[in-house]
């Protein structure tokens, strides 16, 4: 077990506005959760949203693989994220040169820029990705958070050794940068989050190479906000689920706490 400060002091620590407003929602919620929303219909979105809204700190989502897009998705979760108070991630992994990470951010049918708080990124091309986000972003009023996917959950992934190392040396090196996804304490600064994926209240795998820890071990390896999707999404009762991970988890974060 990692101890670690708590939400509320590692926020004045934090020079992203992102990551000032997970830390004090998830302190004020009491959750860690992050909902993976992976549905293809826009009603199962939403009807995820209304039900969890008010026990997750992020709802999830991968918008290229709603079969049905249509903007009022986009509205009426806006709607839901203000009226339970989480924040929306688009999960879109951008891992282009800077100048097509910007449009992808800005253009084309999703436009995620207008709407989503928080989104993904592989550092693969370098810190050119992350500037493409903020030139993205240079006609948005709002703060954005990005998340650099530095380490991944699945069986034989490629981010090891020096490529994490650079991807929390170089390419984290600027203050749009909220956190990281990553499966062990990689990093040292306390303003910035670990995201971890990859969490089942049973260690296990899927057929296509996910793999599962639990949510206690993966609290103990500096996991502070933490995706669960088909452990929630796929179970009887849905809302069961939500809040057996939401105290299961939030009990993991209260005893790794030193203060
Ligand atoms: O709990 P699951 O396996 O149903 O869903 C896991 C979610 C999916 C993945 O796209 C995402 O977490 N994910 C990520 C993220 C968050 O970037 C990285 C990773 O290494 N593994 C992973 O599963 O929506």
Redesign the pocket.
Known sequence: QIPMKSFSTRAKASKNQSAIKLFKLMEQKQTTLCL?A?FVKSQEILDIAQLAGPHIAVL?V?IDIVEDYNKDLIQNLKNLAKTHNFMIME?R?FADIGQVVSQQFRNGMYSIAEWADLV?VHPVPGKGIIQGIGKGLDECSEDKGIFI?A????AG?LTTGEYVEKAVKEVADSEMVTGF?CQTNIFKDPGLIQ?T????LVESA?DLG?Q?NTPNAVVDKGADLI?????I?QAKDQLSAVLEYKKVLWEAYKKRVVE
Do not use: C, F, I
């Open positions: 993976a992976d999830k991968h999960d992994k993904t996917v380490e991944m959950s699945s992934a996804v995201l994926p990859g969490v089942k899927d996910q599962y995706v669960v999707g088909r452990g999404t």
